[in-house]
């Protein structure tokens, strides 16, 4: 499946390719939402942990981390909160 952004919508979107296992991102600015469907759940545990601190260092605070719906953060990370389905929110530094 293919998914098209409107032209007015598009040039709003800053789309990125990284490699996920490459520390630090090469993405110089914090970003307000990151999509990574249906590839989290073929790295085992650790791996999955560290690219999800990578996606942490990344995400401005209460930014939003899209992953697959057979994906999840539960006992992994603490970083972030489940919102619903597949969507997850940083919370804020303190």
Same mark, same amino acid.
């Given at each position: 499946?293919?998914?098209?952004? @409107?032209? #007015?919508?598009?040039?709003? =979107? %800053? !789309?990125?390719? $990284?490699? &996920?296992?490459?520390?630090?991102? *090469?993405?110089?600015? @914090?970003? %307000?939402?990151?999509?990574?469907?249906?590839?989290?759940? +073929?790295? %085992?545990? *650790?791996? #999955? /942990? /560290?690219?999800?601190?990578?996606?942490? $260092?990344?995400?401005? %605070?209460?930014?939003? &981390?899209?992953?697959?719906?057979?994906?999840?953060?539960?006992? =992994?990370?603490?970083? +972030? @909160? !489940? &919102?619903?389905?597949?969507? +997850?929110? /940083? @919370?804020?530094?303190?």
């Amino acid at each position: 499946m293919t998914y098209h952004a @409107k032209p #007015q919508l598009k040039n709003l =979107i %800053d !789309f990125r390719k $990284a490699n &996920l296992l490459e520390t630090p991102y *090469p993405i110089p600015e @914090k970003m %307000d939402c990151v999509f990574c469907r249906n590839v989290i759940i +073929y790295f %085992d545990k *650790p791996t #999955q /942990k /560290k690219i999800f601190e990578n996606f942490e $260092a990344v995400l401005k %605070d209460r930014g939003l &981390l899209i992953i697959g719906h057979s994906e999840t953060l539960f006992g =992994i990370s603490e970083s +972030y @909160k !489940f &919102l619903g389905h597949t969507v +997850y929110q /940083k @919370k804020p530094v303190v």
